[in-house]
Structure formats: C-alpha cells, structure tokens
C-alpha cells in the first residue's frame, strides 16, 4: 500500500512537471505582442514573397509604414541573432514610435523567429528579461544566435555556404547572417534569408539596416559595417555620430567573406547595405554570472577587470553598458544613416520623426518609449 501511495506521489510530480515545462515550452513559440505606432500603413508577411515559408517559423511579419510622399524606401531588420538583445529591442521600440514624413520606411523585427523560441546551450542565458514601464514591467525573451535545431538538423561538419562555396562552421549553417543571398529550396535558415533578399528587391528598398551586437572583446564593435556602393553614406553618418559625441568606427565589408548581410544584399540586390555592431556584455567570453540584470545594465566586474588589462576594444567602467545606451547607438546610428543617404540622394528622400535622440533615451529611459499606445 504504501510502495502505491509512493508510485502515485511520484506520478503526480511528474506529471505536474510535465505540464510546467510543457506550457513555458509553448510560450516559448507565440510572438510577443507588438504596438505599431499610429503610423503603421499595412503589416505584411514574409511569405507573400517567398510562398515555400508560409506556415513555418520563418515566416515573419513586415510592417510598413508609408508617408504618402514620394521618397526612398529603408528597410530595418532586428533580431537576425536573437541573443543581440539591443538589435530587436531598437527595432521594437522604432516600430511603436516611428512618423514617416517622406518615403516609405520597413521595419522587420524578427528576422529570425525561430531563434526566439530557444537558448544557446551552455551560456545561462536567462530565458527572458524585464523592462520597467510606468505601468509595470514589460518582458522580452532572450533568443540564440541561431536557427532552433527542431526547426533546421543536424548541423554538417562543415557548412559550405551558396552561392560563393565558402567553407565555414557546421553551426553557421543555422546563423541568418551567413546564409545570405539564400535559396529557394535550401536550408530553413537559407530559406529565411532568400524571401528577405527577394522581398528587398520586390519593394525597391533602397537603404538597409541591419542591427547586431558584439562581446567587447570582438573587433567590429560600436561600428557600422558598409558595403562599398554605401560607404559614402555611412561615413557621412559616422562624421556626424562622431561630432554630437558618440564614437562610431567605420568598416568596410569585407568582399571575401561570404554570407553576410552588408555583403551579400549589396552584391545581390541593389540597395545600401549596412549593419550596426553596439557591445554586449552577455555575449562575452569573459564575463561572470548571466543574470536578466546583466542585460538591463551591462554591469559585470569580470569586464571591469578585463577593461583594467587591455582585453577589451571599447572603454569599459563601473558604470557598465547598458541596454539604455546599446538601443540609443541603434537608433542614433539609425536616424544618422537615413539621413545621410537621404542628403546623398535628393529624389530619393526619407524623412523620419517620433524617435528619441540617444540623450533623450538615456534621461527618460527606455521604458518611456515602450509603453502600449
């Protein structure tokens, strides 16, 4: 009798465990609610350009938001690595602030769905953080850099990447920033990145944005990366950045190392391809304990240490880099690279507004801007 009262005990946690899991697991895999500002024209999907997605997680949703006005098109992309918390953060919060006055603006906030729906293995990424509001906290998940396996498996032992055959980890063959331009009927991964390199030509995007992060120790950090055709742009924006105070790098992509965004969608389609780099502590080699806290305040006495010996690329103090100060450089690199390409091309311009200013972002913070409307 009691060998049964055991069993049943036993059971009865099982199962009760089972459920947990089960439901944090579904979770998991339903989109964080989104608040379009009022400017949104359309949302659109993924789908409509590459019909093969349709259905699946690499499915996503495309929101447009058009001026009226005849302009340029910029197309920014969040969430390619979805343990970039600063990437799909900028493009969250532009989303649910932008005005468009002239042109036409694209906002694809999760690039890579998939990689929100799990954890790198081994890191102690926490699976969600908290943003203070001023009605409460509001939580974000903390995603992988790449492809959920139950979505693309097994990973080759070397992955030779298309159309350039250029060898690289079995893992990158999971990682959207190395499968561009795709192909229709590839990997889920090289899927993804076909329908973004269709849908860009499709819709004449003329200007491309594409938010990361990097470890500190990384050596493309706090930069903007530019394909050659958009290097005048990007220059002109890092001038700019550079003299309100805000020290950008400026790198050029480089042509022999394939599948990269700022590489591949200025070779394949004909927009301006760049990508933002801001630096993430989470993301390091050298850093202590992963905590949701680490990601708010970028505060961790290991990089201090680091910083102290010279095995950081970017100034590192007590007082951290915060998720507050990573966003500001999106948006303020952001708003720099728009106008900039807009001065460049005086028929083709794009004109924004509702954004915070980086020391508007830092004053009021970052839950100010994240408020449903």
Same mark, same amino acid.
């Given at each position: ?19 947990y899991t ?25 789908s ?23 302009g ?5 992309? %969040? +969430? #390619?690595?979805?343990?970039?918390? &600063?990437?799909? =953060? !900028?493009?969250?919060?532009?989303? /649910? ?34 943003v203070p ?17 139950l ?33 229709? %009927? +590839? #990997?889920?991964?090289?899927?993804? &990145?076909h329908? =973004? !390199?269709?849908?860009?030509?499709? /819709? ?6 594409d938010l990361?992060?990097?470890s ?37 992509s ?6 990269l ?17 801001s630096a ?19 505060h ?9 010996? /010279? ?8 007082s ?8 500001g ?23 924004i507004s ?20």
């Amino acid at each position: 009798m009691k060998s049964s009262i055991r069993a049943a005990i036993v059971l009865a946690i099982v199962f009760s465990v089972s459920i947990y899991t089960g439901m944090s697991f579904r979770r998991g895999h339903v989109d964080e609610q989104l608040y379009p500002s009022a400017a949104l024209t359309s949302t659109l999907k993924l789908s409509a350009y590459s019909p093969e997605i349709a259905g699946s997680r690499a499915d996503t949703e495309i929101f447009e938001f058009e001026s009226g006005t005849q302009g340029g098109t910029v197309l920014i992309l %969040g +969430g #390619t690595h979805c343990d970039e918390p &600063a990437s799909y =953060i !900028a493009a969250y919060l532009a989303l /649910e602030n932008i005005e468009v006055l002239q042109g036409r603006a694209l906002i694809i906030p999760r690039a890579n769905r998939s990689a929100l729906t799990h954890n790198l293995p081994g890191e102690a990424h926490p699976q969600k953080f908290d943003v203070p509001t001023e009605h409460g906290l509001r939580s974000f998940r903390m995603g992988s850099r790449y492809t959920n396996p139950l979505d693309q498996w097994p990973d080759p032992e070397v992955y030779v990447h298309y159309p350039s055959g250029q060898e690289l980890s079995g893992a990158d063959s999971r990682n959207l920033n190395r499968c561009y331009p795709g192909r229709k %009927g +590839g #990997t889920f991964t090289e899927q993804i &990145a076909h329908a =973004i !390199a269709t849908f860009i030509e499709a /819709e004449d995007v003329d200007l491309v944005i594409d938010l990361h992060e990097a470890s500190l120790e990384y050596p493309v950090i706090n930069a903007i990366v530019a394909h050659e055709r958009a290097m005048d742009c990007a220059a002109n924006a890092v001038l700019e950045l550079q003299l309100e105070g805000l020290d950008f790098a400026l790198e050029p992509s480089p042509p022999n190392y394939h599948g990269l965004s700022h590489r591949e969608l200025g070779d394949h389609t004909s927009c301006f391809a760049t990508l933002m780099e801001s630096a993430n502590v989470i993301q390091g080699r050298l850093r202590g304990r992963t905590t949701p806290e680490l990601v708010l305040t970028g505060h961790d006495p290991m990089y201090m240490k680091a910083a102290q010996i /010279e095995m950081t690329r970017v100034p590192y103090d007590s007082s951290g880099i915060s998720l507050e100060v990573r966003v500001g450089r999106h948006l303020a690199g952001m708003q720099k690279l728009i106008s900039s390409f807009s001065g460049l091309n005086p028929e083709k311009q794009i004109v924004i507004s509702g954004l915070p200013s980086y020391g508007e972002l830092l004053e009021r913070k970052l839950g100010t801007y994240l408020l449903p409307k």
